[in-house]
C-alpha cells in the first residue's frame, strides 16, 4: 500500500559542448543552498516518505534490462515474539490484500473513505494525501501487479508486523507507465476485534532533501565546448579527441542508436566540507542535437559532508526525476535504454546488489544519433558544480543497438571524451578493455570551470 506521496521534479538540464561538438546532456544537479536537491517523487506508486525534488543531471558534454531478483532479507519475529496461528495468519494477509485493493479503487473513483475500514484514523488520513499526491503528480491510475509474502508474526496478541514485497504501476496522463518492486513492512493493530493497519514503512527508501532550484539547461549550437573566454584550451593525450567541461566517458556518434546499455558500481565520494556531486549514466542523443533520454546514479555532498545517493531517469528538455530505487555506495547497477516502437523507449534500473529494480516505459521523440557512458559534473542553476572526488568509475558491460545490430563500446566506433577546465583535465576515461566492453574513468586533482547557460523551465 502507498505509504508516501509521489511529487514532480521540476529540474532542468544544462549542456556544455566539447571540443567543437555542440551537445544536450542531463545530470542531477545540487542546489545553490549548499544542499543537494534531491528529486522528488518517483513515479512508481507506492512511494515511501515524502520526498523533496532531487537534483537533476545536467549539462550536457562539451565535446561532443534485467528481471527483478528476490528482494531483501525478510525481517523475522524477536525472541519474544507471539506465537502465530494460521488462521489469525490468514486474516493479516486479507485485510494487507483488501487495503491494497481499496487504495486501487479510491484513487480511481477519487472516493477516499473506501479505505476507511482497513486503516486507523491516522494511517486513513495519510492514505488520503497520499492519493491525492499522485493525482497531482500526473497520476491517473495505479495497480498492484504482484505480491509476495515475506514473515508475518505477533508482537504481543493486539499488534502484527507484516512484510512483503509488491509490484506496482503507476499510469500517467501523458500514457506513460513505470512499475517498481518494494519492500513494504505493515504494523497493524486490533480495533474493536479487527485488523487494521497502523503504518507501512519502505526501510530500503532512502530520506528526502528539500526542493532544490531548476538546473542549467542546454546552451545553443556551437557555444558549449569551446574554453571559457580567455582560457586557454587544457592539453590532453593525444587519444584523448574531444573535451568537455562536464563530461567524462565515452560517446558514439555514426550511427542510428536504439539502445544502450552500462554496468558499474556506485562511488563513495572521499573528502568533505564543500558541496560536490557526480553523476554516472548512459544516454541515448544529446551530443549533436537537442534530444536526450538518460538514466543513471547520482551521489551529492553538502558543505557538512552529508552524501546523498539516488537513481534518477531523464527525456530532455523535460525535468530529472528521482526513481523509487535505494542505491548506496558500492553497489553494482546496470542500466538499459532500449526503443520499443517508434517514440516508445524502456528504462530499467536493476540493483544487482540488493536485488531491486526500477523500470518504466516512456513516450519521447529522440534523434537516435548517439549513445553514451559517462560520468559527468552536476550544474546548479548556472554553473557547474565541483565534480566530487571519486577516484575512479569502472564501468563494464557496454553495449548499444546501433543500426539495428548489437555492439559493444568499441564496436559502435564511440570516441573518449575527457573532462577539463583552465587548470587541466578533471577526469580521464581509460583506454576500452580487451572485450570492448569497459573502461574507467578517473577523478584528477583539477577543477571544473563555472559554465554559464539559459535556463529551460521553472
Known sequence: MRTSPIFAVVLALAVAGCSGLPVASGLPSLGSSGAPPTPTASSVPKPSTAAGATPSPTAAP???????????????????????????????????????????????????????????????????????????????????????????SLTNPTTARATTFETWQATYRDGSTDQSRDENVYTLVKEQGAWKIQSDDHPNDRPSLPAGPSVSAPSG???????????????????????????????????????????????????????????????????????????????????????????????????????RLAVRPGDSVTVSISQQASDQWQIQINNNTSGESYRTTVRYASSLSSAEWIEEAPSAGRTTVPLDNFGTVQFSGGTAVRNGKSVTIAQSGAQ???????????????????????????????????????????
Open 221 to 323: 549550437p556551437g557555444a558549449p565546448g569551446s574554453p571559457a573566454s580567455g582560457q586557454p584550451v587544457p592539453s590532453v593525450s593525444a587519444s584523448q579527441t574531444d573535451v568537455s567541461r562536464n563530461w567524462a566517458g565515452y560517446a558514439a556518434t555514426s550511427g542510428s542508436f536504439t539502445g544502450v546499455t552500462g554496468t558499474w558500481t556506485v562511488p563513495q565520494p572521499r573528502g568533505g566540507g564543500s558541496r560536490a556531486g557526480g553523476a554516472t549514466w548512459v544516454g541515448i542523443g544529446g551530443v549533436r542535437s537537442r534530444d536526450l533520454i538518460q538514466a543513471g546514479t547520482m551521489e551529492t555532498t553538502d558543505r557538512s559532508g552529508t552524501v546523498r545517493y539516488e537513481a534518477w531517469v531523464e527525456t530532455l528538455p523535460q525535468a530529472a526525476r528521482q526513481v
Open 62 to 152: 562539451s565535446t561532443p534490462t534485467p528481471s527483478t531478483a528476490a528482494g531483501p532479507p525478510t525481517p523475522t519475529a524477536g525472541p519474544t515474539a507471539t506465537p502465530i496461528d494460521a488462521a489469525t495468519t490468514a486474516d493479516i494477509k486479507a485485510v494487507i490484500e483488501k487495503a491494497n485493493q481499496e487504495q486501487q479503487d479510491a484513487f480511481a473513483k477519487k472516493d477516499p473513505t473506501l479505505m476507511k475500514d482497513t486503516a486507523t484514523a491516522s494511517h486513513y488520513r495519510e492514505m488520503v494525501q497520499i492519493n491525492r499526491d499522485m493525482a497531482n503528480s500526473g497520476v491517473s491510475a495505479i495497480k498492484l501487479v504482484k505480491i509476495e509474502w515475506g514473515d508475518i
Open 416 to 458: 573518449p571524451i575527457t573532462m577539463a577546465g583552465a587548470g587541466g583535465a578533471i577526469a580521464s576515461p581509460s583506454a576500452l578493455t580487451p572485450d570492448g566492453q569497459g573502461f574507467t574513468v578517473s577523478r584528477s586533482t583539477a577543477t571544473p570551470t563555472p559554465r554559464i547557460g539559459r535556463r529551460f523551465g521553472a
